[in-house]
């Protein structure tokens, strides 16, 4: 097991890939809290992850709040005595609109959610880890991070900012031995019925969407040992949809 008996904050950890995470770090030995603001389906997922037989526990929270963010980290530690792995993969994709019409109100909140939490997660948790000499931060950001989503500027802004957190947390966090890094996923199914037979795209190289346990195999990969000389990196977990030159130029694919 590649992450046994580590403890791992999953925060958005009810939602689609959230969910896909937790079961994975279970299968791998880890103690699991599950952060959610949806405390129905954070109980369901918890109700999961113990009948696989880990401890686990689950904390309403919504991450943009300081305060709640601060209870997470002391509910985590006070059940688990330490935390060696956060994943900040909670996330609102907000209304979409044109950059000229989004409203002030949707921005502020996208940011908020997407970004600003990004932060306020990674200094709490951060911390604990600083004191114990010893982490790994995993940030979630996306494909349009890179290439921006029309209509959606709060949610491309806030996820290239949290490629940047990424690369400045590992800077400043690297003598206290914590490494952070990014996956970005690219288009990715996250519930059913296409979880078992993903849709096809031609956006993609490898002609379909993702699937939530392929995001949740680079996370452990990046949560354990085997990654132990990377930091401050990004992984795009996209089928190879940000580099499809038949997309860009236009080509024709071989059949
Ligand atoms: N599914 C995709 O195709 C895709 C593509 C690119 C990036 N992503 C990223 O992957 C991550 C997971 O996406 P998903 O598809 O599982 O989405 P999802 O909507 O299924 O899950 C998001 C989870 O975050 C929770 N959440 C939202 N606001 C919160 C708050 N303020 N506090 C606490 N929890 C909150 C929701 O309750 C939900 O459980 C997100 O960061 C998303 O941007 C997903």
């Not at 060696?84 to 940011?111: K, M, P, R, T, Y």
């Amino acid at each position: 097991m590649r992450l046994n008996e580590k403890v791992a904050i999953i925060t958005g950890g009810s939602g689609g890939l959230g969910r896909s995470i937790a079961a994975k770090f279970v299968e791998e030995g880890a103690f699991v809290t599950i952060a959610d603001q949806d405390a129905d389906s954070g109980q369901r997922v918890l109700a999961q992850l113990q009948s696989a037989g880990r401890s686990a526990i689950f904390v309403k929270t919504d991450v943009s709040n300081r305060a709640g963010v601060a209870r997470l980290v002391e509910q985590t530690v006070q059940r688990f005595g330490r935390i060696d792995i956060l994943v900040n993969n909670a996330a609102v994709l907000g209304e979409n609109g044109h950059f000229l019409e989004i409203s002030q109100a949707v921005w502020d909140h996208v940011v908020s959610v997407n970004q600003t939490a990004v932060f306020i997660c990674s200094q709490l948790v951060g911390r604990v880890m600083a004191k114990a000499g010893r982490g790994n931060i995993i940030n979630i950001s996306s494909i349009n991070g890179t290439v921006p989503l029309p209509r959606c500027a709060a949610y491309v802004a806030a996820k290239s900012a949290v490629e940047s957190l990424t690369r400045i947390a590992a800077t400043d966090l690297a003598p206290y031995n914590i490494r952070v890094n990014t996956i970005a996923p690219g288009p990715i199914e996250n519930r059913p019925p296409h979880l078992d037979a993903p849709r096809p795209t031609e956006d993609t190289l490898l002609g379909r969407n993702g699937l939530p346990h392929e995001i949740a195999a680079a996370a452990v990969f990046l949560a354990s040992e085997e990654s132990s000389f990377i930091t401050g990196e990004r992984i795009a977990v996209d089928g190879g949809m940000l580099v499809n030159g038949y997309r860009i130029y236009g080509v024709e694919r071989p059949a």
